[in-house]
């Protein structure tokens, strides 16, 4: 079975500063894929970044970047310049491709991220 | 794009009730949904994979006959919790994937918070 491990609870940062939430994982599989969703209080999954495990490049959607260690099973999300608006709830998933129509996502148990103004 | 809409986004119902929750795709077509629990302050667990045609494939300790699931278009996926108690009370959210050039990505809808009286 896989499990994903979010160990920050919570975390706090001045609003402009950069911050890095920690993500691992544990699988024997080799062709997954790894994503970062966020949960505003409005309660609504947003996608963040997605990576795919057989890529070396680490993802980047704008502010936000991974740092993907594959060895290590590391899926660490850097936001840079962080604004009010990353205020949320950050959920590290795992999905291994089993085949299509069945492929299952396994969430971490999260960290809450406040943007200090 | 890639916007899925979930319907009520709160619900209220007396014990021994029915309750149906919607979950539509309005710009794609979702060969796959996926739906989920999620208790308060605590991650996603994954309940059931619905694909298009087919029968809902359960996770461990999941109640079929309890969370009833039709996918019966390829954009509504349907999740009805029969006969609900109290205990059934929770946060349930949906996803929906897209075909095979999908990218393995799921949208999610913005939940339905369901309270059993």
């Known amino acids: 079975a896989q499990t994903v491990t979010q160990s920050q609870p919570e975390m706090s940062v001045q609003e402009a500063e950069t911050v890095t939430l920690s993500c691992t994982y544990d699988t024997s599989e080799s062709n997954y894929y790894l994503f970062w969703y966020k949960q505003p209080p409005s309660r609504q999954m947003i996608l963040v970044i997605r990576?795919?495990?057989?890529?070396?490049q680490n993802a980047t959607e704008n502010r936000f970047s991974v740092n993907f260690q594959k060895a290590a099973k590391s899926f660490s999300l850097k936001i840079s310049d962080s604004q009010l608006g990353d205020t949320a709830m950050y959920f590290c998933?795992?999905?291994?491709?089993?085949?299509?129509?069945?492929?299952?996502?396994?969430f971490g148990t999260g960290t809450r991220l406040t943007i200090i103004p | 794009g890639a916007v899925v809409s979930q319907h009520p986004s709160r619900v209220i119902c007396k014990s021994g009730t029915s309750v149906k929750i919607e979950c539509r795709s309005l710009d794609f077509q979702a060969t796959t949904m996926f739906w989920y629990r999620q208790f308060p302050k605590q991650s996603l667990m994954l309940m059931a994979t619905?694909?298009?045609?087919?029968?809902?494939?359960?996770e461990q300790g999941v109640e079929k006959d309890k969370f009833l699931i039709n996918h019966a278009s390829l954009t509504l996926s349907t999740l009805t919790v029969t006969s609900a108690h109290p205990e059934d009370s929770s946060f349930y959210i949906c996803?929906?994937?897209?075909?095979?050039?999908?990218?393995?990505?799921?949208?999610f809808g913005a939940g339905t918070r369901l309270s059993v009286l």
């Open positions: 996803s929906a994937r897209g075909g095979a050039g999908a990218k393995n990505i799921q949208y």
């Open positions: 990576q795919e495990a057989y890529k070396q």
């Open positions: 619905s694909n298009e045609g087919s029968k809902a494939t359960y």
């Open positions: 998933a795992f999905m291994i491709h089993i085949n299509f129509g069945n492929e299952k996502l396994t």
